[in-house]
Every structure is written in C-alpha cells, then in structure tokens.
C-alpha cells in the first residue's frame, strides 16, 4: 500500500523532470559531478565554486545579455559513465544547453562521445562541453570535438611544464616514476619519460610503475622500492587516498627529496600532510593564490572562505569557466545557439582573475595559460584550514603554447 | 508370498561391507542378499548401525570396504544420483521433502528423471499430461489428493511421512528403501502407514528400517537383525523371534538402557 | 638480502593486521555459520571512534575505548538485527550483513563527512625504531606487531585454558547440549559477536593512523578479510593466522620486486609477439607483480576453492 | 475436484490460454503506451535503463531466488555480454557486415552464457557459501583485469561504439532515445517471457527443489550440482543480454559494468523487490531505479535512506516488496481486504510521519553541518525555513517520535486485523 503510493509519486516526479523545460529566462549550467560516494567531496566543493562564481563574477555585475542571469543545476553522477549519461539526457530535457563537469577523465570521455553523437542526431538542442578539471590529453587530441572545451592544462602540458623545473634543478640525477594503473597514470608516466628524455637524458628514470587504483591498503612496499633506488625525486599522478597512502609512505619510511604531483592538494589530502609534507611535497598546476596574483583575487579568496568555511578554492580555473562563457554569451547574442557560443569561445583571449592570461586553442579547444609548480607549506590563503597550502615556486608562462595536437576539428 | 527367499535373483546385495568414523567401526562387516520381491526389515537395538547401513547403500556416505551391488552391478563410488537412476530410492529418517513446494510439486518433481524428462529446458512441465496424470495418480494413492495445492511444509506430520513415501515411490524404482516410516506417530497414524506402504510397494523389493514390533512383523518377508554393526540373525519372522542370540542382544540393550 | 629482512618485516605487520580482523571473523563464523560482510566496517567504525576519542583524551585512552564501545554496537547488532535474521536462513543472514556494510559507511559519511580525517600516530610512538640498510622501520610497526600478537595470546588462552572458552568451543559443535546444560548459548553468541567485532575494532584503532581514516576504509579491506579466513579454512583460527601471514608476505613480496610476466613467459619458452602493439596479448605480457600483487590473494582462493573446498586448515565445507 | 482434475489431465492443455496469457498481454500494452504518457527523452532515458536493470535482476533471480545461489560477482556476465556488443559493433561498423542492429543482444548473451559455462564449471559444485566466496572472488579478478588488459576492457574509460552503424532496420536507424526503447522493449519482453517459461521447464522446477532440499534432490535422480550448473549458464545468458542492450543505449561500456560494486546493487534491488515471486526483481528494477535517478536529484542523503531501507527490508519483510503484495492474496480471496483498510491507516500513516520526521531531521542536521556559512536557508516538503533555528528540527524530532510511538501502539490492532483477515468468513483455521 504504501510502497504503491511512493512508487506514483516517483512516477510523477520522473515526469515533472521531464516536463519543466525551456521556458526559463536563466542560463542555466548543469554540473554533473559526484555529490555522493567517495568522491563527494570534490564534487561538492566544486559546485560550491561554480556557484559562488556564477553569483559575484556574473550576477552580481548584471548577468549577460543585458540581465539573463547564470544559475548551476547540479546532477549527481556518482562518477559513474552510465549514470553521467542519464543525467546529461535529464539535462538536456531541462533545456539545458552548457555542461560543466571534470572529475574522472573516463566520465568526461563518456560525456564527450555523448554530447558529439546528441549535437548530431539532434540539431535542435545542441549543448557544449565545459570541462573544468579532465586532463586527458586525448580529450583535445584523438577524441577532440567542437562542443567540447578544455579549461584545465591537460596532463602533456603540466608535464610539459614540470620538467621544465626539473631539468633547471641539477641536483636531480635519479628519478622515480610511480602511478595507479589506469589511463591517467600511465599518460603521466609515458609523458614524464618522454620529455625527461628530450630535456634531461642524463637523468636516469630508476623506477617506473603502476599499482592497482584504489585498491592498495599499505603502501610500504613501494616506498621501500623508491628509498631504496636512491631516487631524488619521484614523479606521480595519484590523486585521492592513492596520494596520501603513497605520499605519507615514502615520507615515512626515509624518503627526502621533492614529491611531483599533480593532485596532491585540498578535499583532506592537505591537511593530512601537514607538517610532514612541508619541504617535499610540489604541485603542478594553474592559478596562484600565494601569494595572491592582485586585491581582486585576494577578495575573490576571503569572500568564498567566509561562505563557505569548509571549502577550498582549489579548481581556480573555475571562474575562467564562468568568465568565459559570459563574454562568448555576450559576444554571440545568444545564449541559446551554441554553435555561435563556440565560435565566440574559439580562440578567445582573457585575462584570468588569479593573473596572466587564458587563451582557447582554436585547433583543439585546449586553454593555453600560465602552469605553476607550487610547493606545500605554511601560507596566508590555506588549504583544508590546516595552515597549509600552495605557494608558488616557479612559473612556466603559457605554457605549451605551440605544443603539436592532432586534433582534427570538424565545425559544424 | 512368504516363500520368497533369497533363492530368486538377488536385487541388492551386500557383501563384507565396513564403515568406520574416525577409529570407530560402526559396520563391521555385512553380508546379505535381498531377492527380487521380497520385503525386507533391518530391526536392532539403538546405534546399532542401521541407518549408518542405508546411509552406505543408497551412496550418502562412501563405505571403507566391501561391496554393495544392485541387480547384480557394483555401486562403489556412485552418487546417490547415480544410483537413484538404476532403480533404488529412499526415505529418510527425518522428514525430507520439499517444504516450500506444493504436494503435487513434490509429487511431479519425483516423477522427471523418471519419465525421461532429465535437464530438459524445452518441455513446459505444466503442458506434460503424462506427468500431471501420473502425479495425480499419486496423490490418489497416497490420499492426499485435497491437499494437492498447499505447500508441503505445512502438512500434519503423518501426511508428511505419506508424501515421502509417494516421493520415494513415484519415479518407479523397484528397490525401495524406507528408515523408519513409521516413527513418532500415533496407533491410527501407523497402521495408515502400514496400510499404504503395502499398496504401495505391491511387486517391488522393499527394505525398511523398522523399531515397531508390529509393523515389521505385520510386513516383512525376511528380517535381518543388526546388533553393534554385525548381522546375528536373517530369515522369516518366526525364525528371527525364536533366535536366542536376537533375544539376548535385546534384552541385554533393555537392560543396559534401565541403568 | 637486507631489503628482504625489511620485507619480512613489512609483510609480517600487514599479515598481523588482517589476522586481527579475519581472526574475530572466523570466530563468528565458526559459532554462528555466518560470514559476516560488515565486519570490517566494525574495522572502520574502531578507527573513527578512536579519532573522535583522541581529539578529547588522546590516543591511549581511544585504543582502550574505542573497542569497547565497538564491542557493544557489534553485540547489539547480533542482538537485534542478525538473531531476527537468522530465522529466515543464512542466505537473509549474509545479505543481511551486506545491507549492514553498506548503511555503516553511509552513517559515517552522515556523522564525519567523506574526507579523510587527521587521524595521527601518537608522538611517544613517532619515531624510528632501527633502520636496516638505509630502510628506516617506524617504532609505530613495533607496536603494531606487539599488539597482535598479545592479543592473539590472550585470544588462544582464553579459548583453551578457561570455563568460559571451554563453553564457546562446545557451543560450536553441540549448541543444542550446551543449552540443555543449562547455558545461554543465544548470549554466547552474542558475547562472541561482540569480541569479535571489538578485535575488528581494536585493528581499526591501529591501523587508521597508518593507513588512513576514511569512509572507504572498510571497502578496501572489507573482501580482502574474507578471502583471508576462507583461503585459512573457515572457523579455524589457525588457519586464520597462517592465511594472514601467507597474504602479508605475497602482497608485499609482489609488490617489492618487479617480476615481468614477459620475463615468465619467455622463461617457459613462449617468444613474445611479432608486434606487441597490434597483439591480442599485448597486456598480458606487460603485466608486472606490483600490477597485480593486491588481486593474488583473490586468485589464490579461487584455486584453493576449486582444489580444496575447505580451505588450508578447515575441517569441514564452507 | 477429482473430477475435473482428471479431465484437464487427460487432454493437453491449450498452449496459450486467456488467464496465462494475460499478464503478457497487460505488460505488452504497458510497454507500448508508456512513451506515450512520459515522452520527453530523459524519461525514456530512465525507462531504458529501468527495462535493462529488470532483465538483469530476473536473471539474477534465477540464482538467487529460484536456485538458492547468492552470488556477489554476477555483473560480470552481464558486463562481459556488454563488452562483446560494443565489440562487434566497432567490428561491424570497420568491416561493413551486414548485421542489423536488433539481434546485437544474441551475442552479448552467447558470450554472457560461455563465461557462465566455464566458471559454472568449478563453482557450482557447492552452494551456500563455497558458491558466494567463488563469485566473489572471479567477480574481483575480472573488474581487476578490465584495468589491466585494456585491449578488450579499454582500461577505466571503456570501449565505445555508435549503435547507429548500419542501414536502417526497417526504417528505422536508431538516432533516437525512443527508437532504442522499442528496441529494448522487445528484448525485455521476450527476455522474461523466456526467464518465466524456463521456470517451468524440468530443469526451472529441480532448480527450486535443489534449492530446497539439494539432498532429497540428489535421491531422485537428480545432480544438484547439474541442476546449478544449467540454471547458472541460463543466468549468464539472460545477464548478456541485459548487457548488450546496456552496449546499444549507451553506447559505452566501462569497468563499473563490472565491479563489485554493480554485482551488489543487483543483489540489493533483487531482493528488494522479493526473491520468491517472478515479478520481484521487477518491481526492484523499477524501484531502485527510481530512488537511483529521481530520489538523488531531490536529497544527497539518499544512499543513506537506501540502505537504512535495505536493512530494514532484510529484517522485517524477508520476502521484498513482492512478499509484502503476495500476503493479501488470501485476505483478497476471502474478500476482506476492505477491513484491513482501516487499521492499515491507523498504522502506516503515522509510521510515515515518523518516517518523514526522522528523515528531515537528518536533512536538517546534515544541511546544518554541511552547508555555506550564512546560508541558513533550506526547504523541505515544500517549506523553506532557517535550518539554525531550533523549531523546525524540534518539529522533525516529535513527528518522528511521535510517529513512531502511535505506530507502535497501533501495530498489534493491525497485526489482529491481518490475522483476521487471513481467516475465512464464519470458520477458523
């Protein structure tokens, strides 16, 4: 009895998301990303940047196109493919025409192909891709399309940049390259050796490896392996628990030199290093807040923190997200016709709130801007409120600018 | 029909069959010889060993020596399925039927392997007249034709005992072997039993493991006696009853069971 | 050959570990012939209690409570969840107990958010015990050993030497005489539940520090117990520590030196494909054991399954 | 009674009659018309996935509940079913067979029933737990292949493939949502129909009875372990299936198709939706799926609210929602099912107060811990409120107490009632 009646409404339900559609002034931006499951936290932060974003660099300077104003629906996708899809499909039917996601390359490779085959089957109510976080080189590479926009430095570039520092650093003569076995830590490590090679074949590679994803309980073994190669830096992708299980282990168990990473920083991971990380752990990535790039930024920083407490204003490339897609709005006069917003977001200049310049690769849909490689410790504009956080330590500006992709991009 | 003997062709033999557990000996050493026909009765004192026996015959538990042979071919090593197929079925001791089918599942289930119909997933069982009619044949004989369509598991306990014993009859083996079918019930109970196991069994080889007196006097052609694992006495009933030994081992296992 | 020492070392640690967990398991299981799927989110719900415990009191006093108040949830689910289950067969039992791992993480989701926490080594413990040819070896896996292995003694004593061990181990293969000798077996079973699971708690507590606090703490562990007990034989605590170790040592043995698979392969006399790129098998021969060192143990219990049903040192079919 | 069973016996039954047939006929008719009330794409969306999730949780069931096999690592067939579709798509679409999109599911369940036929092999040998811990553990090696050997797997991003490769069948060239729920429709109808039949095949019928009693089985001639073993290929198959369809609708197939945690969610919604009756796990594909898609875009806690659901099924409603329905045939038979009306309300509605209550005051506490600074503003059932404020959790708190208190006073009038209920007019049982 009861069981039939919550069925209904759920029935009900299903239609009333089907059937409030396109009758709204708002341009809205559907976030789908993990909300729940291991990776909520992530997600969550994220759509509290989005959010924040939208409302004081958009709304609160009048909206585009002469008042329409920004507004994030956010669909949990449990990073999972399949439930990416169904959200993207209730996305779509909500008439919503901008999709904003970038946890888990495989999800926005799942997307991609998604959107690439929806834009062609249903010229009506086409939609772009805004990814803010997936760094598969692929993505603007073999699998590029015109709906699809990286904002993110993908992972050639910020390796690109990474052994940039590292070949300057002469100390450096043994290197260790670890990684979960899976398409973004193999991409790493095949890019590490490939520039470490052209930049520095004297240094030599010591270890290069994959561990199962999310599966290691202890990572031990693999220190002992790292310390024991005399490696004096270590190179790896690991993100999550991955990062801080290996990095605490190495740490641990006598290990000195300098930590690479990639996503060693906020969601925990910070404030789980500590002390412990301060002096090895560096970070690759774009968009500096120490020291903070000018006033606006440093506002931009203290006006989130005093939102949202808990939050960390880790994917700053957010607000070029947000910035971005106003102007290519405005510029296009449409905020329905995304085929002339991706025209306008093509090749398109700005200047980014954290300093320097964005620039959207016209031939791949990559954003072109500065890397930065940061290291972890005590700052003023802190990660996790731990006290700890990213300071900048050197600057590769536009990086990769004239870097080869063989992207062939279609327009329709 | 008291003449059969073991005269005729034997269709379960047993030949210096052992079992141990452990460094227990629970069988030590059966000979016997069922003929075709003949109804049979295993009596003897508790733990002597009788159900250890059917346990080894119908292939539950595998023996430690010694042969067992149906209609003259060695059981050694087959499954209880093995051997179901060449024509022995069983009852058991504790109530063993399928208690959350219907009765006439029970019936129609015991009757598949049977009737030929093996793995088969292109027969509908429901569209097989041959089965429903001879399940209804069953149910008949056994009376529990108004209890066709309730589920097994909440029968009374004597209709418990009769569907098994048409479980056990159903797919047409001709050695039926039943442990104790009259056990824990009533006067009434039991000679209802009695009554339909002699109806049943009508032209087959029946052996039963027996402890009412009356019942396997009542039944049996031969009857065997099984005291700590070893048979001291064969042959008809007014035979057996005069055996001293079968009388000493009785009456010392009452003796022992008063202290 | 010093590295090898240090191996020992590790493997012996993360082998105590899991002995802890799979030990309070095997325990269940052999009284009340279910395996119990939350029990390691008993493991994490130690690991939590402690962390909360330690903001307030410190470490020491978490490692004493924490277990205890595991202890009691354990208890109380047997108490009022599974002994309703039972009832309805063990198949209700074990996904009963699916349900159960699954509603822990969300609670604690619910209670202490998805992050991990800061969960931290005490300082008396924070240093380097020895070191072995460079390898350092944290005074904290000392402790780790220690405690493992006086719990397994206490666990081996109370379970031979006294009344109540003698009770538990006559419960398990005669529950209906004990109870006819005029023992509580239904609170036997409880009492056993409970151990068990404050052991889980007790690894929890040790090991949160180490390898981290977070809701999908149990998840990585949580199958990985079972396969332990099951390769060790269910319901024989022996095996339970024989199989622990056995993983301990595989797992970071496999870890610790790159064995090839091209480098098997061609040992046994297959020459590698013409065109590894373009081959079906190209993966195959890429493999390393650090690759798939954490999927062995699962490996090993599919073949122990298929060759001996019972395990290393069971007695009986699982 | 005698007499009219022996009549049916004796002839052969008609091979379709009106009352069998119905139910086929109701669910045909529903199928049609249901993108005809929900049309807009994302809610064929979620049928499509709904209709795939109730084939797969009907072969399922053909384990769990009509073989007695719980296994934890099932996805895998209908993953690997999945992977060969996508497989022989891009093959299809490179080399230019002509292989019409809508027998693609065969392969996916060929191939589903020959992974089946090689682990049945060595797991079926036992039940129980030998069977469980089996699955689990060739359920693990598989998801931890899918990451190592990416030539068949494609690592964690998957294989995919455009389900629009070939001419047109018929007209029609699968662009659409809707022309793949038809597609699907089909396959789910003729997937159970076939699911159900074999129920009642020899084999379907020894397969409850091992399940019951794979001892009893063993003496009527019967392997048990044969009896598993086809029941376990028959699954597979059904699973592949289920996993080709996944392959056409979302033209990607990833490693979540097969890890644990997929295995367990169709554990969950099986039994959810009731292990002892065919229309079960239907009932949970359409539940689950709902809860999954619907109930997450309305509360973050919803994976909460489902497993506290799934605890609470396990214990007090042993056989899902399919039980629960299949306890008032007999109050329904005797023509009492009106009384029960009466105390049902007098119990259910104030358990779902208390239901609701506890659910707003986890929403509020969680919103309270959770949410911005500042933003203390939330809105639940429909009001909006300051979740910082002490009334409105005081308000969750009471009607959840008070719920579930009245409910408790009111549960023995209702347990009476269903007993009276189950007892024929004018006699006693």
Redesign the interface.
Known sequence: ???TTR?GL??A???V???S?AFAENVKIAFIDP???PF?STG?NGL?QYEFAAEELVNKQGGVLGGDKFEIVA??N?I????S???L??A???GIRYIAQGN???VA??LT??ID?HNK?NPDDRVLFLNYSAV?PALTNDKCNFWHFRFDANADIKMDALTDIIAKDDGIKKVYIIGQ???FGKAVAAAAVKFLGEKRPDIEIVGNELH??G?VKDFTPYARKIVSSGADAMITGNWGADMVGLGKSVLENGYTGPIYTYYAAADGITAAFGAAGDGSLRLVSEGQQNPPASERAENYVKAFK??????NVSQSRITNVIEMLAKAINEAGTATDVVKVGMALEGMEHDSLWGGKIFMRPQDHQAIQDVHIFAHTKVEYDYDNSGYGMLTESTVEMAAMDSPTTCKMKRP | MNSATTQGKAALELDGLRKSFGKTEIIRGVDLSIGDGERHAIIGPNGAGKSTLFNLI?G?FPSTSGKVRLNGQDLAGL???QI??MGL??S?QIT??????TVF?NV???L???RG???????????A?DL??AA?AIL?QINL??R?DLPAGVLSYAEQRALEIG?TMA?GANVIMLDEPTAGMSHSETDYIVDLIRKVTEGKTLIMVEHDMGVVFGLADRISVLVYGEIIATGRPEEVRANPKVQEAYLGAALEAEH | MDLILVNLIDGLVTGLLLFMLSAGLTLIFSMMGV?NFAHASFYMLGAYFAYQISLFLGFWVGLLVAPIIVGVAGAGVERY?LR??HQ?G???E???T???A??I???V??IW?KSQMAYEIPEVLEFTAFAIAGNSIPAYKIFMIFMSVAIFIVLLYVLTRTRVGMIIQAALSYPKTVEALGHNVPLVFMGVFGVGTALAGVAGVIAGPVLGTFPGMAIVLG?IV??TI?IGG?GSLWGALVASLLIGWITTFAKSYNIEMANILTGIGISPPENMSES?????WT?TSP??A??LP??L??LI??FR?YGLFGKR?? | ??DT??K??????P?ITLSNAMPWIVATVFLALMPVI??????I??MN?MAITIIFALAYNML?GQG?M?SFGHAVYMGVGGFVCVHVMNYVEDFGVPLPLPVLPLFGGLFGMGLALIVGS?ST??A???F???S???G??IA?CS?????FFG????I?G?R?YGLPVFGVEF???IDVYYLIAFWLLLSALLMY??S???????A??VR??P??????????R??RF?SFV?SGFFAGIAGGL?AIN???V????LN?AQS?TI??IT?LGGVGFFFGPILGA??FT?????????T?????Y???L??V???FF?GG?AG?IMMHTMPLKFGKLGSLVGP?LKT?VP??IGILGLAAA?EIV?HL??A????SEMTLFWTTFDSHSVAPLAIAVIAAVGGFWLAKRAAPGMAEAYHAANTPRGGSV
């Not at chain 4, 049916?8 to 039954?13: E, M, Q, Y």
């Open positions: 009895m009861r069981n069925l759920s029935t339900l299903a239609l998301i089907g059937a559609s909300l729940s499951g909520a969550t509290h669909f949990d449990k999972s493919p399949k439930e899809l169904i959200q499909q209730v779509i039917d909500q888990s390359s495989g490779n799942a192909e998604a085959k089957r598969d076995d899976y398409s199962p994803i599966k005093a939102k949202y407490p808990d939050g | 119908t539950r499954a209880p399925f179901n197929r079925s069983r058991f063993n039927i399928f208690p959350k089918m599942e129609r289930c015991s598949l392997w049977a119909y093996k793995y088969s997933f292109w027969h509908m069982v429901s569209r007249p429903t009619e209804e008949e034709t108004e066709r479980i797919g | 395996l969840g309703r289950v309805y063990h198949v209700p074990l996904i009963f699916f349900g159960l699954l509603l993480e969300e609670v989701q619910f958010g199958s079972f396969v099951v269910l079906m098998f190209r993966d195959l493999v690759q798939i954490d999927i699962y490996i219990m599919v399954l298929v049903p079919d699982a | 009674m005698t069973t022996q049916a016996a004796l002839s052969r039954p091979i929900f049309p807009s794409n994302s809610a969306t979620i996935q769990l007695g719980l060595f040998r036992k129980g737990t030998v469980a811990m089996i689990l553990g060739v693990e090696l931890a990451v190592i050997i990416v030539a690592g964690e991003e998957g995919s455009d629009t662009l659409q949502q039949l074999f009642r095949t020899p084999i379907g019928r020894m409850n009875a019951d009693n001892e009893r089985a063993e003496f009527l001639g019967y392997s048990a044969w009896v086809y028959a996944f979302y033209e990607i990833t490693e979540e198709n644990l367990g554990l969950l039994f359409i539940l709902l809860l999954q898609t619907v109930l997450s875009l309305q973050e806690l919803w994976a909460l489902l497993g506290a799934f605890v099924t396990v214990m042993p929602l629960l049902y259910l358990g779902a986890l969680f811990r959770h911005a600074l500042g933003d």
